[in-house]
């Protein structure tokens, strides 16, 4: 039960960070937050992501660049233009370490306003960093795991934050319905997206790109955008008027 429970609770927590700070904060600024609350959230997703952890700054261009290319050969991770979930996940490692390293130059409109933190970025993304955070993954399971197949979990515990994406970028442009003609090939693959925190609604996202909440029929459900109205209403962060 305890192997489960922090299963669950990685999973979630990696998600959050992954769709409030990557997603919606540092690729689409879709609210304001004081420089505490950013630094606050800029360590939550180190701590959250662990050994996955992923680049405010990367996941920006390479998300603005989905956006401006979507499903086309341009577009860093369409399940288009890949064989397999894997060989797309490959691909998108690639451009990411290339953005992340400086090794290519980003086009100037897929540049700045995202949150930045060289320091942490240089811990979050060295081996022995990745290296620590697995090491504290298997211990945990050593002292906690009551049958064999729980070690099976491990796997998705390092790669939890490029799962998620793969997830995403595959399914929700895949599988589901279109809400909207997007000249693209997003779709939204659930009602109610408990697994993605309301990233599947890619269809309904490529339409409304700063809309917040990423539901737009009565019963579609991004459980993020409660979490997100709460810390609005509370002063943590600030929405913007959403634009088309």
């Known amino acids: 039960m305890i192997i489960l429970l922090f299963f669950v609770a990685h999973w979630y927590l990696s998600l959050f960070v992954q769709t409030f700070y990557l997603h919606r904060y540092a690729a689409h600024k879709m609210f304001t937050m004081n420089p505490f609350w950013e630094k606050f959230f800029f360590l939550l997703t180190y701590l959250s992501q662990g050994s996955s952890y992923l680049s405010p700054r990367a996941y920006a261009i390479m998300h603005r660049m989905h956006h401006a290319f979507s499903d086309t050969a341009r577009d860093p991770h369409s399940p288009h233009f890949s064989g397999n979930a894997f060989s797309m996940m490959w691909k998108t490692k690639n451009i990411y370490n290339d953005f992340l390293n400086n090794r290519v130059e980003p086009e100037m409109r897929f540049d700045g306003n995202y949150p930045t933190w060289r320091a942490l970025e240089s811990i979050g993304d060295h081996w022995g960093s990745r290296l620590a955070w697995g090491v504290l993954y298997v211990l945990f399971y050593i ?7 729980m070690y099976l979990l491990l796997p998705l515990h390092f790669l939890m934050g490029p799962l998620h994406g793969a997830i995403v970028n595959w399914s929700g442009h895949k599988y589901g319905y279109q809400n909207f003609d997007n000249h693209d090939k997003s779709r939204n693959s659930l009602f109610f997206d408990f697994l993605t925190g309301g990233e599947l609604f890619q269809n309904n996202h490529h339409k409304l790109p700063n809309r917040v909440n990423f539901g737009v029929k009565w019963w579609e459900v991004d459980p993020t955008y409660p979490v997100i ?4 209403k509370i002063g943590i962060i600030k929405l913007k008027k959403a634009r088309a």
Do not use: G, K, R, Y
């Not at 002292?143 to 197949?149: G, K, Q, S």
């Not at 109205?229 to 609005?232: A, F, G, I, K, V």
């Open 143 to 149: 002292n906690f795991a009551t049958e064999w197949w």
């Open 229 to 232: 109205w709460t810390l609005d």
